[in-house]
């Protein structure tokens, strides 16, 4: 694996359609201990450093083996040869209120159907919308879904419209009241500090911010991009285990200083502040991914930041991010890290076996292949022209999902 200078804080089957990567091999044997072998593919566990070619074996909805040899032993075989097979991926930045905010994706077809088995929303929900987004949301949707509360009472309901332009919708007794009542749910809160969002109220509303988080005992998200002061100002008021989103961003204010990563990034990374990739409509520029990866500066979360206005392009999903910062020169293993165990640490949904695969743990299993060289677009349009990975098995708790084709094919 390439050596680089990042470094992380977290040291019913159903059909599906005609895949355009051709038919997958599958064998059926009528005696055996298990319901299903993945064979032949390379595991990648970042969470257990397992990077080798090795059979992955279900019964139920549990992981029974990992090793080699097992298809001898399976009712049925999937031979994944060629193919990368990964835990189920965990998404750290996504907006999937449908319905209620204009900015919601559809959770499952966005997510689950391109290999995401868990989801954080960020900041889509506000406390005067909260109960709105568990009833459609979360209980609605197969894939574990938690959220980063946004710190306004309205939540993101319209990009249009700032949440925090009057600043008396950030009611700190409603955030907690929410975060206290809905644990399972609420993993830390959100706020966004551009000033199209916050206006001339950016400090207050950020020291209110961090300090009914610190109230909550959870972490703030922030998001940057066109803030009204040079990031290092606002990196002082974070702790370590905030995080900043869309570290990539090519508007004013991002982590560069010409070709290097600044200095006060740096240190707010060394001090436990973590950094999430967050591509989104306008906030993935690949010159700014170039510089920083070659700097040594990977995100600690690599996030889709998936909407309504990006599901279809240029955002796609979470594999099509992830290939663009492999194409990028970030290491396939690290990127992978940062998209299964890494959001699973932080979300606090490891405790829940999500982010790895082991023996005796959840079957949510994506299996990857490669495809041929495609044009992928940044925030503002410029392109690579790259590899790109695909999904070609999804298992959630043991089960098939139907996966659905890749949205780029239908702008190709």
């Not at 064979?39 to 090793?67: E, F, K, M, Q, Y």
């Not at 099509?320 to 290491?331: C, D, E, F, Q, R």
């Amino acid at each position: 694996m390439t050596p680089h200078r990042a470094t992380t804080p977290f040291t019913e089957p159903v059909s599906r359609p005609p895949f355009t990567l051709g038919a997958i091999p599958m064998s059926i044997s009528s005696e055996s201990p298990y319901d299903l072998v993945l064979a032949g593919g390379t595991v990648i566990d970042p969470a257990s450093g397992t990077n080798a070619r090795l059979d992955v074996a279900v019964t139920g909805d549990r992981i029974a083996a990992i090793g080699e040899g097992l298809a001898a032993n399976a009712s049925r075989t999937i031979d994944v040869t060629g193919s990368t097979v990964l835990p189920g991926l965990v998404e750290g930045h996504t907006h999937i209120f449908q319905y209620v905010s204009a900015v919601g994706a559809p959770a499952e077809e966005a997510h689950l159907r391109r290999g995401v088995v868990a989801a954080a929303d960020a900041g889509t929900a506000g406390a005067s919308t909260f109960a709105a987004f568990r009833k459609l949301v979360v209980e609605a949707n197969p894939l574990r879904i938690v959220n980063f509360l946004n710190v306004s009472v309205l939540g993101l309901i319209d990009f249009r419209f700032g949440e925090l332009l009057n600043p008396d919708t950030l009611v700190p007794e409603d955030a907690l009241a929410t975060a206290e009542a809905h644990p399972d749910i609420v993993r830390g809160f959100k706020i966004r500090l551009s000033e199209d969002v916050v206006g001339e109220n950016w400090e207050p509303l950020l020291k209110k911010s961090v300090a009914l988080a610190e109230q909550a005992g959870l972490p703030l998200m922030l998001h940057i991009g066109e803030t009204a002061e040079p990031l290092p100002v606002v990196l002082d008021y974070l702790r370590p285990g905030d995080i900043v989103a869309h570290c990539y961003t090519g508007k004013p204010h991002g982590i560069l200083d010409g070709d290097r990563v600044q200095p006060a990034v740096t240190a707010a990374r060394e001090r436990g502040v973590l950094f999430d990739s967050a591509h989104g409509k306008s906030n993935l520029s690949f010159e700014v991914a170039r510089r920083a990866i070659a700097d040594g500066f990977l995100p600690d979360i690599l996030s889709s930041d998936t909407s309504a206005r990006n599901w279809r392009g240029p955002v796609f999903d979470l594999l099509t991010s992830i290939s663009k910062l492999v194409a990028l020169g970030a290491p396939l293993e690290e990127c992978v890290r940062r998209a299964t165990v890494a959001p699973a640490r932080l979300l606090g949904l490891d405790a829940e076996g999500y982010g790895r695969l082991e023996v005796g743990g959840r079957a949510d299993v994506t299996v990857v292949t490669e495809t041929d060289e495609v044009t992928l677009p940044d925030a503002a349009g410029n392109t690579i022209v790259a590899p790109r990975l695909e999904p070609t098995v999804v298992l959630h708790g043991g089960a098939e999902v139907d996966i659905v084709p890749w949205r780029g094919l239908q702008s190709a």
